[in-house]
């Protein structure tokens, strides 16, 4: 009785008593769920953001690529715009309703809004626009060494490709 007595009027942590004796933790199975819970919340949030950084590296590499092969490539700067009237409308004129521009890159062009506002011009009667095409003779004159429509050397029984007509580089 007395050592009940001197355990009761302990001073001092009872917690940590308690802990070395054989005391059964109710804690253990929680602490373990929480370990668990926290490690697949984090494994969760590890895949969310890789997967969010990737996306965005390929957006912005899709992005700095258009940009660079098409957009603002010198190669498909317009050098030369070739309009064709039967007299009446001058060609500066044909330029200005189309809204176009020595120098503008050949892919930004829409087609069907040049078109359309050329029609809605009521002295003109039909209109036909095409993005590029080279007419030149010689196949050696021609600009591109591939083919524009599908970027490969035209086969060698083919002078022009079948997509675009356009002539054959040797």
């Given at each position: 009785m007395l050592t009940q007595l001197q355990h009761l009027f302990r001073v001092g942590n009872r917690r940590r008593h308690r802990e070395n004796s054989n005391v059964l933790r109710v804690k253990l199975r929680t602490d373990e769920l929480?370990?668990?819970r926290t490690r697949f919340a984090a494994?969760?949030?590890?895949?969310?953001l890789s997967g969010a950084a990737l996306l965005f590296i390929g957006w912005r590499g899709v992005d700095w690529a258009v940009k660079e092969f098409v957009t603002e490539n010198p190669a498909f700067?317009?050098?030369t715009i070739d309009l064709q009237t039967d007299g009446v409308l001058t060609t500066e004129?044909?330029?200005?309703?189309?809204?176009?521009?020595?120098?503008?890159?050949?892919?930004?062009?829409?087609?069907t809004r040049i078109k359309r506002e050329l029609e809605l011009v009521p002295l003109i009667q039909s209109v036909a626009v095409e993005r590029t095409r080279c007419?030149?003779?010689?196949?050696?004159?021609?600009?591109?060494?591939?083919?524009?429509?599908?970027?490969?050397?035209?086969?060698?029984?083919?002078?022009?490709?079948?997509?675009?007509?356009?002539?054959?580089?040797?």
């Open positions: 929480r370990r668990v494994q969760v949030l590890t895949v969310f700067v317009t050098k004129a044909l330029r200005r309703w189309a809204g176009v521009h020595i120098g503008e890159n050949l892919m930004r062009f829409d087609l007419a030149s003779a010689s196949p050696s004159a021609c600009p591109w060494p591939r083919c524009p429509c599908s970027g490969l050397a035209p086969a060698a029984a083919t002078p022009r490709c079948s997509t675009c007509s356009t002539p054959a580089a040797t």
